[in-house]
């Protein structure tokens, strides 16, 4: 199985873990690199998660995450095809990088997109680029 995870996916670790929709997501996450880490999974990043990843102001966490996405199998390169798809997805009410993002995980043809973004999921599922699942969804899904 081929997954492209949202940049929140990968924070989610580390956010606040009192808020049981964060505790529960953060659990599915770990699940999910469980299974990345023995190749059940794979996982594809993108020069995208990297750009949002340098922007976080906490160092320790920037470091963590970017641990995290130095596990993916491949990494999805910028490109003028993929920002023009991205432009188009924009066009289609995607905020700008939420496009960038599922044009990369189209790019990469994975099975699922996945995103704890309540806003993000409702758009992708409205336009119907990369089927679109949070963490827990994944896991209801029984695909593993």
Not at 10 to 22: A, E, G, I, K, T
Not at 93 to 107: N, S, T
Request: proline letters at 1%; charged letters at 35%.
């Amino acid at each position: 199985m081929r997954l492209y995870f949202d940049n929140n996916v990968y924070n989610r670790l580390f956010d606040d873990l009192s808020v049981p929709r964060n505790r529960e997501e953060a659990q599915a996450v770990e699940g999910l690199f469980e299974k990345v880490v023995v190749g059940e999974v794979e996982l594809y990043g993108s020069f995208v998660l990297e750009l949002e990843n340098s922007r976080l102001s906490q160092i320790l966490r920037r470091e963590r995450v970017g641990a995290l996405i130095s596990l993916a199998r491949s990494r999805v390169e910028r490109d003028a095809a993929l920002l023009a798809r991205a432009e188009w997805l924009q066009r289609g009410g995607l905020r700008k990088y939420d496009a960038l993002h599922l044009a990369a995980a189209e790019r990469a043809e994975v099975d699922y997109f996945v995103t704890c973004d309540d806003r993000l999921l409702k758009e992708a599922r409205r336009i119907g680029v990369v089927e679109t699942v949070t963490p827990l969804e994944l896991f209801d899904k029984e695909v593993f």
